[in-house]
């Protein structure tokens, strides 16, 4: 009975290899029914279960439905010679092909023809570089033609950011470069790191709206404690504990060869490659190699949590930041072999540094079973409970629990849901606030979640909701957004950090 289920399952919910699936768009108008009436009428034949119109609205549902999908032996005894496999007639493809050709060319306007010997083949055709120039290439016509049904309403104009571009950048939003203000900003961060005894209240107070990139890795040495106040002092402190760590590499690196611990090695090798994929900083051999010293050398250290996936991505902030220390260009393509083994040494070791610094006040994030982030996970929900009854209850209503999607909100601290340049921005302020990263964070994951809370209330199943949940369109954000974000958090804290029983039912 599970196998006839299961059969049945594949027939009226997949789209079959090799079937006609009618592209509906301004480009791909239709197949012609004219062409493929016969096809289409023996095809509908063989459809003798209803589709099922309702979509699964909770996680019970969805669970139900989809339980059997990956079954083992489910497509073993289909018949493949059965009309659903058939494909279509040649002569139904040409002409299809041919019409879709001629009512491509239609939508567009012809533009002036060039003398080249190019000059037969449409506009259409033309190589685009990016997408930023195709989108820029449309005319109106073509606009107005596009699919009426799409659910999605276009983004406000901004400015097009990529997803690297830029990740150093002060100025992502499109701002200009340095106004008057930032330049008053930046002359202020000089005077208060060069005085003898640097004002670290006062440099918290500066830093809070976000630190200028000129002056960030020095600001972020000292705000994670990683340097002394005093001056006099820094160039020691910064031997002594570059010499400290690459003593830990001496001692212990060798040992990652060994069976106790060889699994610890392996996960950290495993994922270092999944660190930002996108960015080629973070794909060059050195700079793994890098990542896998900082990662098993902490591992090691701390034998009550241990490596735990997330904190791979703690590290890329550091680096990114300590690297532009050294480089004048944006880092995301730069080849670290062009840097001197002194400089790659200093950002190494002060990349682990200042990332130990930043565990030391989240450890019980990565301890067994994880009780920090279950903690703060709790605490979100109850927060949310409080400041947006309508979005608390909407997931109720559909089964969607805190943790199925809050979990890597703390365990990767929204690193996974914002752009890096954006991370960088954000951790100035979190190092800036007491307790920034364990307490100041979570009032940020609620402001983040509130943020969405139209596009939550329009998804109506549980599939939909965690979909949207887990791939939040923030690639376009800048400091703007990352600001507004900031000050919200910050209100919510002022109203419920020190009043905890404002949020507790």
């Known amino acids: 009975m599970a196998a006839e289920n299961s059969k049945q399952f594949w027939k009226r919910s997949a789209k079959l290899p090799g079937s006609i699936q009618p592209v509906y768009g301004a480009q791909h108008p239709p197949l012609d029914p004219r062409l493929t009436k016969n096809f289409i009428k023996e095809r509908s034949k063989v459809s003798t279960v209803p589709l099922k119109n309702k979509k699964a609205s909770s996680f019970h549902e969805f669970a139900q439905n989809t339980s059997d999908a990956w079954d083992i032996g489910d497509d073993e005894e289909e018949d493949f010679s059965s009309p659903s496999f058939q494909t279509l007639n040649s002569k139904v493809a040409l002409a299809t092909a041919a019409q879709v050709l001629e009512n491509h060319s239609?939508?567009?306007?012809?533009?002036?023809?060039?003398?080249?010997?190019?000059?037969?083949?449409?506009?259409?055709?033309?190589?685009i570089k990016s997408s930023s120039d195709a989108q820029l290439s449309r005319n109106s016509s073509d606009t107005c033609l596009r699919n009426p049904l799409h659910k999605q309403q276009s983004l406000p104009l901004r400015p097009i950011i990529p997803l690297v571009a830029r990740i150093s950048d002060q100025n992502a939003s499109g701002a200009p470069p340095m106004t008057v203000r930032e330049k008053t900003r930046l002359e202020k961060f000089r005077q208060l790191l060069s005085s003898h005894n640097t004002d670290l209240d006062e440099l918290r107070k500066?830093?809070?709206?976000?630190?200028?990139?000129?002056?960030?890795?020095?600001?972020?040495?000292?705000?994670?404690?990683?340097?002394?106040?005093?001056?006099?002092?820094?160039?020691?402190?910064?031997?002594?504990?570059?010499?400290?760590?690459?003593?830990?590499?001496?001692?212990?690196?060798?040992?990652?060869?060994?069976?106790?611990?060889?699994?610890?090695?392996?996960?950290?090798?495993?994922?270092?490659?999944?660190?930002?994929?996108?960015?080629?900083?973070?794909?060059?051999?050195?700079?793994?190699?890098?990542?896998?010293?900082?990662?098993?050398?902490?591992?090691?250290?701390?034998?009550?949590?241990?490596?735990?996936?997330g904190i791979n991505d703690l590290v890329t902030p550091f680096f990114v930041v300590f690297l532009s220390e050294y480089v004048e260009e944006d880092v995301e393509n730069f080849d670290v072999t062009n840097l001197s083994q002194d400089?790659?040494?200093?950002?190494?070791?002060?990349?682990?540094?200042c990332m130990s610094k930043l565990l030391d006040g989240i450890q019980d994030n990565y301890t067994f079973a994880q009780p920090g982030i279950q903690?703060?996970?709790?605490?979100?929900?109850?927060?949310?409970?409080?400041?947006?009854?309508?979005?608390?209850?909407?997931?109720?209503?559909?089964?969607?629990?805190?943790?199925?999607?809050?979990?890597?909100?703390?365990?990767?601290?929204?690193?996974?849901?914002?752009?890096?340049?954006?991370?960088i921005r954000l951790w100035d302020t979190y190092q800036s606030e007491p307790e920034g990263f364990s307490h100041f964070h979570l009032y940020v994951c609620a402001a983040f979640l509130i943020k969405w809370r139209k596009e939550i209330l329009d998804e109506e199943d549980f599939q939909g909701l965690l979909m949207l949940l887990q791939n939040l369109p923030t690639i376009h954000w800048g400091n703007e957004e990352i600001g507004?974000?900031?000050?919200?958090?910050?209100?919510?804290?002022?109203?419920?950090?020190?009043?905890?029983?404002?949020y507790r039912r």
């Not at 239609?106 to 190589?127: F, G, I, M, N, W």
Request: aromatic share 12%; with cysteine; proline share 6%.
């Open 375 to 423: 903690k703060k996970v709790k605490a979100l929900e109850e927060l949310v409970s409080r400041i947006d009854e309508q979005v608390h209850n909407h997931f109720r209503r559909y089964e969607v629990e805190y943790l199925q999607f809050a979990f890597r909100w703390m365990n990767n601290l929204l690193m996974r849901e914002l752009p890096l340049r954006c991370t």
């Open 484 to 502: 507004l974000l900031l000050a919200e958090a910050y209100r919510l804290k002022y109203m419920f950090a020190d009043a905890p029983n404002h």
């Open 106 to 127: 239609k939508l567009r306007v012809k533009p002036e023809r060039s003398q080249s010997t190019t000059s037969d083949v449409p506009a259409s055709y033309k190589v």
């Open 206 to 309: 500066c830093s809070w709206p976000g630190v200028p990139r000129e002056v960030r890795p020095v600001t972020w040495r000292l705000l994670s404690g990683y340097l002394p106040a005093n001056t006099e002092r820094r160039k020691l402190t910064l031997q002594r504990k570059r010499e400290e760590y690459f003593g830990f590499i001496e001692q212990y690196y060798d040992s990652r060869n060994e069976e106790h611990h060889q699994d610890t090695y392996r996960q950290i090798h495993i994922d270092i490659p999944r660190t930002n994929p996108l960015i080629p900083l973070f794909q060059q051999p050195l700079v793994q190699e890098i990542f896998e010293r900082i990662l098993f050398i902490w591992a090691i250290r701390h034998p009550a949590s241990g490596y735990v996936q």
């Open 343 to 353: 400089m790659l040494r200093s950002i190494e070791a002060d990349s682990f540094w």
